[in-house]
């Protein structure tokens, strides 16, 4: 049976797919995860020669209980908060009308639910076609081609290889950027406004950027796309990055950077969302909730909100369907 309840095994699926999660909050756990994510060439392109002896000497031997002790902070009763929300999303999507007959089955990158899994399951239930969502709306390599290639290397161990339609982004969606304007929306009439919204989305090193990669433009646009559509001025709204590690110049300005900024200059109230996370996470909840509430209130602000990831909402899922919806088009006529 499918995740929306159908008996039936539809010739078209969705392949829907995150970055990935240790499988417990222990040092052990994250090691193994962190192994698999900082080895992937997309996301750190030193030469192996050069990589290999600070992963395995240095980063692998310290980073795993520091990050272990972060992943316990917002660990839950029924385990990772991405895998849990990126499974809520999943189901809701797979029983919305919009897609009607569409199985939806969630993998990741790293960890598990692993790709070539979820493949090999979809191949036995019949599917012939198969749409590949990364859930990350703007386009990196490190994340949106990461993740394609783990399919593509995935489908070398199959016999009948499906037919695939990839979508590589969806950062100036309209629907997408009105989930978003909604969301705040809604957090401002719930809790009130602050005096700036910080958008933070995730870093990545500047010579990426440099070498052709989309990510920052893409940010820049879901940015100002949403201004618009909440109808705030360029000051009261800030873009930033986060998550920065190592020594190299990453794409600025720094989150921590400007929060404390933004405290030293007598902004109280800021209130922020990270709108590259489709769903919350350790960087989202650990990262932005905790670590940088406490970084602001220490710099000398006074309240600082973070405003939930879209995760398994209404508009969320609405969104998601219509996006698939277009991405399908022809094939739903095609029979099976």
């Known amino acids: 049976m499918s995740e929306s309840g159908r008996e039936s095994s539809p010739a078209t699926a969705v392949l829907l797919l995150n970055l990935g999660t240790p499988a417990a909050p222990t040092p052990s756990a994250v090691r193994r995860y962190l192994a698999q994510f900082l080895s992937d060439a997309r996301v750190i392109d030193y030469p192996r020669w050069l ?37 809520a999303l999943a189901k809701k999507l797979g029983a919305d009308p919009a897609i009607v007959g569409l199985r939806v089955v969630a993998a990741m990158t790293y960890g598990e639910p692993a790709i070539p899994e979820a493949i090999r399951a979809l191949a036995k239930d019949g599917a012939q076609r198969i749409v590949v969502l990364p859930l990350f709306p703007q386009y990196s390599a490190t994340s949106t081609a990461a993740a394609l290639d783990a399919v593509f290397a995935a489908l070398r161990a199959e016999r009948r290889v499906p037919e695939i339609r990839s979508i590589a982004d969806y950062h100036a969606d309209p629907d997408y950027i009105g989930a978003l304007a909604a969301s705040v929306e ?40 949403l201004r618009e559509r909440l109808g705030i001025a360029d000051n009261e709204l800030a ?39 489709a769903v919350d996470c350790l960087e989202t909840l650990e990262e932005i909730a905790i670590r940088g509430r406490e970084q602001f209130l220490a710099a000398g602000g006074e309240r600082l909100d973070y405003i939930p990831a879209l995760n398994s909402s209404a508009a969320h899922v609405r969104m998601l369907a219509n996006l698939i919806r277009r991405h399908t088009q022809g094939w739903n006529d095609a029979g099976t």
């Open 51 to 87: 990589w290999w002896p600070i992963l395995h000497g240095v980063i692998l031997r310290l980073r795993p209980r520091r990050s272990a002790r972060a992943y316990a902070k917002i660990w839950t009763s029924q385990g990772s908060p991405l895998l849990v929300n990126t499974l």
């Open 186 to 225: 809604k957090y401002w009439f719930t809790y009130g406004r602050g005096e700036r919204l910080l958008l933070s989305f995730h870093g990545i090193p500047e010579r990426y950027v440099a070498a052709g990669d989309p990510y920052r433009d893409q940010c820049l646009a879901t940015a100002n796309l």
């Open 239 to 277: 873009i930033t990055f986060q998550s920065r590690v190592g020594r190299e110049r990453w794409l600025a300005p720094y989150t921590d950077a400007t929060l404390a900024q933004f405290a030293q200059s007598g902004v109280r109230h800021v209130q922020v969302l990270c709108p590259g996370f």
